[in-house]
């Protein structure tokens, strides 16, 4: 996957990270523009039942779809692209292409890490040249060395990447997350603060 690529999936998924900490507290039925900027447009709106928000990011860059979609199914190093995610171990394999996972979720002092039991399915249209990847929360016994870790089970996510045109792929990453716990639900985002590719 080149520099490009990657640099823009670390950087949405830092967005998504970042999220856990933000509370809008205006409501919100329908999607609304958040931020614009860096080549990534974020947009965010109610989650019904919860006090955290849900977001959509979309971004177009240069890359080779079937290097993504290498990348996106190599679910146990997604530790090594997705930010706040320390370690990935599948507990049961469903089929070549579903899974459901443990996540663990590294947080900054004086947060807790998390872990989440996550399903993960995905599927690649190589006619269509489009994949999509889908996760949620999934019921299943966390093992003994992870178990003193607080739980996420209030989760869910997406990526849809499309080609666009030779060479050009269009990302859309969409979640939402609850983190729970000790984190105080009133810190407020003033507007996602996405960081420049240079900082990976």
């Known amino acids: 996957m080149s520099d490009n690529g990657l640099c823009m999936i670390k950087l949405m998924s830092s967005v998504f990270c ?38 959509k990011l979309k971004t177009s860059v240069k890359d080779d779809i079937n290097i993504v979609y290498s990348v996106l199914k190599d679910v146990e190093n997604m530790h090594l692209w997705y930010d706040r995610v320390t370690s990935v171990n599948l507990l049961h394999k469903v089929s070549d292409n579903e899974g459901i996972y443990l996540l663990e979720y590294g947080l900054p002092f004086p947060f ?35 178990s003193g870790l607080l739980p996420i089970t209030e989760i869910q996510s997406s990526w849809q990447v499309s080609k666009k045109s030779e060479g050009v792929i269009e990302i859309i990453h969409s979640g939402h997350m609850n983190p729970g716990g000790n ?18």
């Open 18 to 55: 970042f999220f856990w900490f933000s509370v809008i507290l205006s409501s919100q039925k329908d999607w609304q523009v958040v931020s614009s900027q860096e080549d990534i447009t974020l947009w965010t709106k109610d989650f019904k039942g919860s006090t955290v928000k849900q977001f």
């Open 112 to 146: 807790e890490n998390r872990v989440a039991t996550i399903s993960g399915k995905i599927n690649y249209d190589t006619l269509n040249k489009k994949i999509e990847v889908l996760t949620n929360y999934s019921p299943f016994k966390i093992p003994k060395q992870k």
């Open 183 to 200: 984190i105080p639900l009133w810190l407020v985002n003033d507007g996602v603060n996405i960081r420049a590719c240079k900082n990976y």
